[in-house]
């Protein structure tokens, strides 16, 4: 597929920061019943992005959560009795040591896995009602996932890769050509776009995994260790582009990190320990 770079696309309509639920947000921007505000309607169905049920952002929220493994005879907790909630607008960074729960926290948030016990909840629906194919469409429409490997089709171009998630959802071309096209010019990665994953560094394969994360125009981005295999300068500018999508558009961004510079770049900061939340602390960061 060729994807020709072209016009940029509007920003997102008025940012939302919702810090708690209730009639009105923070904005004064109503909001719906539950199911509504998350995307889906009255039928089970998810609204396409730019129908009037969208929010332009969301609320979501950890109850008593415990994810335990098991490994032969053997059980691994992984979370044990996590409650959390993250605001939508909020920029907020999960820090712990290897083995802690971070990246295990992330997947359940973006419902790539399901708590043991608890509920993980998207402005109140909790994601254990919703099946496998409401899951993805709710990642591919309104959840940007950033890998620490990059997870970049080997066999596709960037701009091949960045409209995946358009593509998989059905999207004209007409739409999906300057959606790309400004993505990666946001990613500075516009005279790169006909290169494959092996003829980029790893730098440039992170930020075609940002501007991936961002032609959906996603509510909250969910970043697990985007700078683990980066050189400090490459990983810096890796979360330029994270505060930058949470300071122009409001997008929620939620970033796992054991680098306490990473974290620095954040509103507010977590800490797990051996599963466990044991602080909870606001920074007043960088974004």
Same mark, same amino acid.
């Given at each position: ?5 072209? !016009? ?21 921007v ?8 998350? %995307? ?6 998810? =609204? ?26 053997? &059980?691994?907790? =992984? ?9 939508? %607008? ?8 290897? +083995?802690?729960?971070?990246?295990t926290?992330?997947? $359940?948030?973006?419902? $790539?896995? #399901? ?8 402005? +109140? ?22 890998? #620490?490997?990059f ?24 739409e999906?050509?300057p959606?790309v096209? !400004?993505?990666?010019?946001?990613? %500075? ?9 092996? &003829? ?5 394969? #992170? ?15 969910? =970043?697990?260790?985007p ?9 810096? #500018? ?27 770049? =954040? ?21």
């Amino acid at each position: 597929m060729g994807v020709p770079v072209g !016009a940029s696309v509007g920003r997102r309509r008025g940012v939302c920061r919702c810090a708690v639920r209730g009639t009105e947000c923070a904005e004064g921007v109503s909001r719906a019943p539950a199911a509504v505000h998350s %995307g889906l309607t009255p039928d089970g169905a998810f =609204a396409r992005r730019g129908s009037a049920t969208l929010p332009t952002c969301f609320v979501i929220a950890l109850r008593h959560v415990r994810k335990v493994y098991r490994q032969g005879s053997n &059980e691994v907790c =992984a979370l044990d009795g996590v409650s959390l909630d993250v605001a939508g %607008g909020e920029f907020l960074s999960i820090m712990g040591p290897s +083995g802690s729960g971070k990246s295990t926290l992330l997947h $359940l948030m973006a419902g $790539l896995d #399901q708590p043991s016990t608890g509920d993980v909840e998207l402005d +109140g629906v909790p994601l254990s009602r919703m099946s496998d194919d409401e899951l993805t469409i709710l990642r591919r429409r309104r959840i940007g996932v950033v890998f #620490q490997f990059f997870n970049l089709l080997p066999t596709l171009s960037a701009e091949e890769n960045v409209a995946l998630p358009l593509v998989l959802d059905h999207r004209k071309g007409a739409e999906v050509r300057p959606r790309v096209a !400004a993505a990666l010019a946001r990613v %500075g990665l516009a005279h790169r776009r006909t290169h494959r994953p092996d &003829e980029l560094s790893g730098g440039e394969q #992170q930020r075609v995994a940002i501007a991936r994360a961002l032609v959906v125009e996603p509510a909250m981005i969910l =970043a697990d260790e985007p700078t683990g295999n980066l050189d400090s300068h490459t990983g810096e #500018q890796i979360l330029t582009l994270l505060g930058a999508a949470h300071r122009e558009q409001g997008t929620t961004v939620v970033l796992v990190t054991h680098d306490a510079r990473a974290a620095a770049q =954040a509103e507010r900061v977590v800490t797990l320990r051996d599963g466990v939340l044991v602080n909870d602390a606001r920074t007043g960061g960088k974004s």
